[in-house]
């Protein structure tokens, strides 16, 4: 079990350029997420996905950005025409399905900084 | 609209007594409750939960203590070691457990 892990760590980017982030779940879990975190907040929810279906997403989440989970095991979330406003911490976490599914591992995140 | 408040940002406490955070919730469906524990340049890491059937759940030094009537919850940590020096969020979610409301955090500060 080595975790999530969530690559880059940090990203830089210039308003208008597009990023995308990666996260690798732990291998078992089916159950994928992805949170945002501003400064001085909790983090909130930006999107859940089950195997490879993507099963819920925030309103936080326009159509700037798209999350994907091909094959039920990696996951990539892309912001498009980024703002300053995307500027936060993007963590990653992910659980079982079951009874132990509240259990959620978070990787690191990535800080992103749009300039 | 912020459905998981922590009214604390910040709470120092002397190493060996009792660290107490709170928060409360305004959503009466929420019905499974979690503490993360987060240090700097790390994710969250789950701490402990309590489902709404319940009004107190211990794991070790950690207690959650729930009050469902005043839609409140807490965090005991007994005795406070300067190792549980983080900031900690509490989470609440509806039953299927797709997404959590998380407060915005309490930094817990232990001093030796």
Known sequence: DTGVSQDPRHKITKRGQNVTFRCDPISEHNRLYWYRQTLGQGPEFLTYFQNEAQLEKSRLLSDRFSAERPKGSFSTLEIQRTEQGDSA??????SPVGGRSHRYTFGSGTRLTVV | DQQVKQNSPSLSVQEGRISILNCDYTNSMFDYFLWYKKYPAEGPTFL?????????????????????????LSLHIVPSQPGDSAVYFCAASVYNFNKFYFGSGTKLNVKP
């Open chain 2, 48 to 72: 402990i939960s309590i489902s709404s059937i319940k009004d107190k759940n211990e794991d070790g030094r950690f207690t959650v203590f729930l009050n469902k009537s005043a839609k409140h």
């Open chain 1, 89 to 94: 911490m993007y963590l990653c976490a992910s």
